[in-house]
């Protein structure tokens, strides 16, 4: 009798000749396939791996191992209890791209395997390029020399992690302000922004112009799994003149030489930077002598009233001194001017606003004083304008304890040119003439920024951002900025106003699809009554490469699974670079999903690189409606893929007519058919040895 060992090992021999010689009985093989999204990797992105699974034959306990590079956020290891045969199963994996990642491809394998079996698939992905200076918007305005400024700076988190951020400022023109850092921090959220102020003091000895100051910004990931960057970003501090302050003195009643007067000045900003830490303080003059008040501090010069009671002890023009020092200890010298008639009849002009712009209503506001008493005081006003109110009046009394006031209103022609003019007042026969300014806006187009630059040859519509601004002293009226170039929507806006130093932005939509390639000219008009202007930008109309679209459908009947092979060729001369296929499904055809992982991506493809005359090869299910009836229908194919030097990916549509056919599945009918006719055969041979026995 042989050994029980031996027994065994026969029987181990005897099994393992019998599995490679009977298909039935050998392990099931399958295969492993990967793809990914977005199409678009940088530093910091997470990726989604998509693991899809076919076997020829049910599997169970298969186990899924992912080998990436970088960090695998979920799905490291994967189980799956049961696979069945024939039906693709999908599974999505996360993989976090750290910011210091530098550029270039990396590979992520894939291993699935049983007990005795695997298979395994590896994916380059591209780490693009990133400017990481974008994630840092500073947001400067107009500074003025020695202020004291607070910057903000917008930050931008693209990542799906806490992000720490520090920023920091330095250069020749910036210092500390008192106690405050040059360093701002901040917690930026996932896929948010956040912003941190800068304090900080510009030099006191600077004159108008752009000076640059460095950002050292420290990104890094709360987590740490997201890795941290340093870089550094150039920001331009405009400089503006000497501080502008507007300064207008308004007495109670008609001053006297020689008796105290009580004066109101109006003071307040006129130039486009704010005054911080204002001290204000109204001097003797030649003239002129301050009895009481007259000295205030704000923290913010805007708008201010500031009474003063003055001894004015000469006639005629009086210029009052008034000292403004802000920031750090910069003095300005203003002067509010005041008109002393001569002795006996004294006459003052106010006129409000102090400057007026073709179409505007100006008050002239006339103080009649004199120092004796005058009784049927005829009074007639001559100006170039239209007057709206009366311009003549009978007064009938004026003492020197009261003053009287006379009020017009004057429109000013739309046709007026800028410049000084006579306003002429007779009182009691006497002439007394005043000057009134008018100044003229100046608008100007500032900027005409086509997004993005260059786009591809068909691409439907260009962003043009179109910036003006008025530089001149007062409002602009009816502002018409026009785009001159092909448009899609509004061509023109129409501003009513535009007051002084306040930049404006207007969005515009370019018609760039008829345009062949090359460079054209966008132009901007800007027209108000007065003037006009002219600004152009470029946009760059790219060549796009063409692809080639075939296809196949197979088993197209209702109620059936059907299969659509499409085959893509490179005609262009350039590479087409992360090329993507999107399905777009319709009422008969839906894609075929197991279950809602694959439902996820079912109807795209991520196919990569193309070569200049190179063709690769995908394939979509379509589940085919039972209640389509016989016809042709259509689906739709979305492209996508990107060119070098090119900001926005090109774009192609192809459409896909598919035949439906009624009648029987041949992949059912033929098993079915040989089937029966099995049956058929062993009841005839069974009948047989029946009769024979």
Known sequence: MLPIYRIMLMVFLTAFVLAQTNPALQQPQFNLALSYSPPYIYPGSVVQLYITLVSAQPLSNVYIDVDSPFKVLTGSTIQVQQISAGVPATFVSLVQVPLDARPGYYRIRVTAYTLTRSAESSVDIEVLPFDFSTLVVPRPTSYLAGQAVQLPVLLFNPTADFLKVRVSINGSVVSRFLNSSLSCDAVVPPKSNSTCLLNFALSKDLRPGFYNATLEIALSSLSGYAGSVVFSKTVQLPVVSGAEVNVLATPSQQPIPGSPTLVTLAISQG?????????????????????????????VLTQLQLPVQLLITKQGEVRIPVEICYFSGTCIIKYADLYIPRSGLFINAVFNPPQGYPGSLIQATFVIATNYTMSNVGVEVYSPFKAITSTSSAIPFITPQSPATFNIIFEIPRDAKPGVYPINISVAGTLYTFHYTV???????????????????????????????????????????????????????????LPPGSPVALTFYIDASKLSPGNYNVVALASWEGGGSTARGLLEIGRKDPLRITYRVYNVAPGSTAVLMINVTNLGPEEARNVRISLTPSQVFELHASNIADAATAGVRILGDVSPGATVSTAFLLDVSDKAVSGIYTLTLVLTWNQTGVFTPALQYVNIPIEVRGGLDMFVVVPLVLTIVLVLAGIAMALRRRRRG
């Open 271 to 299: 130039g486009p930077a704010p005054l911080q830490n204002v001290t204000v303080q109204v001097l003797d003059g030649d003239g002129v002598k301050v009895l009481a008040g007259g000295v205030v501090a704000v923290p």
């Open 439 to 497: 100044s003229q806006p100046n608008v100007v187009i500032q900027n005409v920024l086509v997004t993005p630059p260059k786009i591809l040859e068909g691409t439907p519509v260009a962003q043009v951002n179109v910036q003006v601004i008025n530089t001149g002293p007062v409002v602009a009226r009816n502002v018409t900025v026009t785009l001159l170039n092909s448009t899609i929507g509004r061509q023109s806006y129409t501003l009513d106003y």
